[in-house]
C-alpha cells in the first residue's frame, strides 16, 4: 500500500526567501503527483500537478519529480505572508486510473515579514 | 471555471445523530466525486469513490452503512455520517472530476463537530 511521507514537519521562511518543501512516497509506479495548499480549516486547491520526471513550473510553485529516489519536491519562490499555510503531497497509485489521492500528513509553512 | 460548493461549512451534532452533508458542482460534470476525511491531527484519508451509474467503492474501515453516499446525476452527491460519535468529528471534504485525467476540485469541506 502506498505510503507518503512529507518533511519537514513545519517551516518557517521569511519573506521572499525559497521555500523547499519534501515528499516520499514508497511505491514507484504511481503515476500522478499533486501538491495541494490548505488555508485554515478551508478545503484544498491544487498548486501543481506533475506526471514525468523532471521539474514543471505554476507561477512561483515548482514541482521536481524523481521517481527513481522516490521524491517529489515543491519550491515556492518568493513566499509571501499570505502563503502561510498546510502544503500537502498527493500521489496517485497506478493501480486505480489516478481516481485514488493518498496525502502526505502536510507541511506548516509560515511566511513571515 | 470548475466549481464545487459543499455545505453546510460547519455543522454540530449530539453524540448518536446523524448529519448530512453535500456537494454542488459547477461548470462541470461530476462524473467522479471521492469523499474525505481529515482527523484530528491525521491527515485526509480516502472514504469512498463514487461514479455516476457505477458502484460506489467503500475504503477498508469505511461502510456504507456508516456513510451512505448518493450521487444522483452529474452535479450532486451527498454523504450522511449516521449515528455520529467523537471520532468522527473532523474536515470531511468531496471532490469531484469530470474525466479520468483531470484533477479533481475540491469544494471547501464540512466541518463536524460531535458534543
Known amino acids: 500500500q502506498q505510503k507518503v511521507q512529507q518533511s519537514p514537519e513545519s517551516l518557517t521562511v521569511s519573506e521572499g526567501a525559497m521555500a523547499s518543501l519534501n515528499c516520499t512516497f514508497s511505491d514507484g509506479t504511481s503515476n500522478n503527483f499533486r501538491w495541494y495548499r490548505q488555508h485554515s480549516a478551508k478545503g484544498l486547491e491544487v498548486l501543481v500537478s506533475i506526471f514525468s520526471d523532471g521539474e514543471k513550473e505554476e507561477g512561483r510553485f515548482t514541482a521536481h519529480l524523481n521517481r527513481a529516489n522516490l521524491h517529489v519536491s515543491l519550491h515556492i519562490r518568493e513566499p509571501q505572508p499570505s502563503d502561510s499555510a498546510v502544503y500537502l503531497c498527493a500521489v496517485s497509485p497506478v493501480t486505480s486510473s489516478g481516481q485514488k489521492l493518498v496525502f502526505g500528513q502536510g507541511t506548516i509553512l509560515k511566511v513571515y515579514l | 471555471g470548475a466549481l464545487v460548493y459543499q455545505y453546510p461549512r460547519r455543522t454540530i451534532c449530539k453524540s448518536g445523530t446523524s448529519m448530512r452533508m453535500e456537494c454542488q458542482a459547477v461548470g462541470f460534470q461530476a462524473t467522479s466525486v471521492a469523499w474525505y476525511r481529515q482527523s484530528p491531527q491525521k491527515t485526509f484519508e480516502l472514504i469512498a469513490l463514487?461514479?455516476?451509474?457505477?458502484?460506489?467503492?467503500?475504503e477498508q474501515n469505511f461502510t456504507q452503512e456508516k456513510f451512505p453516499i448518493s450521487h444522483p446525476n452529474l452535479s450532486f452527491s451527498s454523504m450522511t455520517v449516521l449515528n455520529a460519535y467523537l471520532e468522527d468529528r473532523g474536515l470531511y471534504l468531496c471532490?469531484?472530476?469530470?474525466?479520468?485525467?483531470?484533477?479533481?476540485?475540491f469544494g471547501s469541506g464540512t466541518r463536524l463537530l460531535v458534543i
Open positions: 471532490g469531484a472530476r469530470d474525466t479520468a485525467n483531470s484533477d479533481y476540485t
Open positions: 463514487s461514479t455516476v451509474n457505477s458502484a460506489i467503492k467503500y
